[in-house]
């Protein structure tokens, strides 16, 4: 049986300001409303994942939190792999690591350049071989004969 990992780039959050940490920013209003579209779409096209991990960043976590709460399901749990800068093997082998016990659709929000490196990395690419833009929604599936990830489809927000 294939296990389908759906990645999303967290919505549009605010422009770093002076004093401020990039870890702080949070999502302004077009931020929100691309997270509701993207709940939106994945309703339209029955996309239920039975776990939501999230980066712990506040508009990482907020991306995820509209999304659950409007396509109902359960909170996202935080995961320090999916956080900024993380390095794409590290995220990697912790995704394998966990990739036994993940259900059959997960969906995992993180952060660019992070998100094209791993799934690069995952689609066997040691360079980003795509660039995933804010609020978009990619779909790997891994099949458990093969043991490889292939990609199903990417979806831009201005899109859903």
Request: hydrophobic content about 40%.
């Amino acid at each position: 049986m294939n296990k389908y990992l759906y990645f999303l780039r967290h919505a549009t959050a605010e422009v770093i300001r002076p004093n401020q940490l990039d870890i702080d920013r949070c999502l302004v209003e077009k931020g929100r409303l691309q997270a509701r579209r993207v709940a939106r779409f994945m309703q339209r096209h029955n996309i239920e994942p039975d776990i939501v991990l999230s980066s712990p960043y506040p508009r990482a976590i907020q991306t995820a939190a509209i999304v659950c709460k409007e396509a109902a399901l359960a909170p996202a749990k935080e995961q320090d792999w999916l956080a900024l800068a993380t390095d794409s093997q590290s995220a990697s082998s912790q995704l394998y690591q966990q990739l036994p016990e993940l259900p059959q659709h997960s969906l995992l929000v993180g952060h660019e350049p992070d998100i094209s490196a791993l799934i690069s990395l995952l689609l066997g690419c040691h360079q980003p071989a795509l660039k995933i833009r804010k609020a978009s929604l990619t779909c790997l599936t891994y099949g458990e004969v093969s043991k490889s990830f292939q990609l199903e489809w990417l979806v831009p927000a201005k899109l859903m």
